[in-house]
């Protein structure tokens, strides 16, 4: 329901001052909805902490010539970036469809570049393949490219018991991308009745079962059940808990591919910030938000979490107030109640809510430079996973537990392997992420990273994925859950939101508006529909259709349902 009336299209509108909107974050949400409000017309200021944009999309350049992505390094849906380049000032459209005939039907570049002519205006996005090769522990590897000859062709070799489990699992995971992502992708989730009517067809393909689980329902071999699994703890997911309906990222990546930004992740957020800017948009850098101003509809005070509450703005860390129509967080969402918006303003995310959620897993990320060295050329593809001798234990450990294990799994990123200008020539940049337990295991970072650290480089070396690295290496720093916890203020150190668990999914995962004060919304990978670069993307048109349909923008637009393309489901 419209939290505002809805405007009688019949009437001439009432001239108005624009309305002000601020945005508390610059990640790819935050920038991806501000682009979205000022095509509606608002006049939108985004605040930001740190002294650039991005938040765990931040880019870090270094004196001695290495530029390092700090967060997400996978791009896909090219798609939807296209759609944010293509919007102009007043002129945003809500109602279009998500998935325009010529998306669904294209087919997925495999060279050159991509990204449709309004994207290569603003920056340069690469296809890159394989999309992952993945390392097992006894040395093997699979080359996952979302080709199905391939795929068929690298199962028959490493276990071939599983080929005809494959097309099963094909037909099961494409199923559930039609329904799941392309029908509901960008369903708001706002009420029980929205979620309770889609339940019939998630039992029916089975989707609500864990991934894990539904892998295994098709594959024998233990490699297989990893390499159609791993994927979600690139979005802070454990295969072993997370619903099977994130077996769609199979399909997403199978249809779009997965791409790169040359110049980097950072290179996308700084072509972001342009169009924000091109269409009237302003950032503030430095500008860390302390609270959220909530209050009655009198203006005053709220003393207790019950009546009218509205946000009014917010206050800086310097105690500088700024006035809005409506604040969009695109901070962590669990510190975003607990640490922002008053407790006497909390009937429903309150302390005890929050702080029961589970989070998801973090990371240590180490960032390292190294020379190339022409007689020992890498054997190594812009993305790798290099996976563990233990799987499920290991995640039990991270995601359970919460210790630290004597082994770990890793994703290698070597992105100078297609873009040589992020390191100074005849060098390479690389960082490696090792998923971790966030804080709730009470392990001491300061002494713990430095160690994990080096086991995880001789690793590299003595392994042979990086030859003498030790040796060659030039430029070395890491960041733990610490940075997560601190620099980023992520609650315990989570390092991609609340754990996408099947409890904390759809209707059951943070609303993209409060539940608690009118005009406060959400955005990112702590709101609907999750993480993941694409999912944030979705969660800003989410929210901008929220924050229309409450301001009596575009009144065809409704939270729960839109324009489809032709061909889809009804």
Known sequence: MSTFPMTDPSLPPAPSRRKKALIIGSGFGGLSLGIRLQSLGFD???????????????????????????????????????????LERNGGRLDQPDYPPHVLTGERVREGESGGPRTRDYVRLVPILPFYRIYFDDGTYFDYDGDPGSTRRQIAALAPEDLAGYERFHRGAQAIFERGFLELGY?????????????????????????????????????????????????????????????????????WGIHYALGGTGALVRAFVQKFEELGGRIEYGSEVEKVLVTDNR??????????????GVRLRGGEEMHADLVVSNGDWANTYLKRVPRAARLVNTDLRVKAARQSMSLV??????????????????????????YEELLTEIFGRKVLGADFSQYLHVPTLTDPSLAPPGHHAAYTLIPVPHHGGGIDWNAEGPKLVDKVLAFLEERGYIPALRERLTHLEFVTPDYFANTLDSHLGNAFGPEPMLAQSAYFRPHNRS???????????????GAGTPSVMMSAKMTARLIAEDFGLHPEVRSGGVARAEGQGQ
Do not use: C, W
């Open 44 to 86: 939108t200021t985004i605040l930001e902490k740190m002294d650039g944009p991005g938040g765990r999309a931040y880019q870090k350049r270094t004196p001695d010539g290495y530029v390092f992505d700090m967060g997400p390094t996978v791009i896909t849906v090219p798609h939807f970036i296209e759609e944010l380049f293509a």
């Open 299 to 312: 203006g005053r005070p709220v003393r207790a979490p019950i009546g009218r509450r509205v946000a009014r």
């Open 187 to 255: 369903t708001h989730f706002g009420d029980p009745a929205t979620m309770f009517r889609v339940v019939p067809d998630l039992l029916r393909l089975d989707a609500v079962r864990t991934l894990f689980s539904f892998t295994s329902k098709y594959f024998q071999s233990p490699k297989m059940r990893q390499v159609f699994s791993f994927e979600t703890l690139l979005i802070g997911g454990n295969p072993l808990s997370v619903p099977a309906i994130y077996a769609m990222i199979h399909f997403v990546e199978k249809t």
């Open 365 to 390: 990320v180490v960032y390292f430079g190294f020379r190339d060295d022409p007689a020992r050329p890498l054997d190594l593809r812009h993305h790798n996973i290099i996976l563990g001798p233990r």
């Open 515 to 529: 539940e608690d004060v009118r005009n406060l919304y959400l955005v990112g990978a702590g709101a609907q529909p």
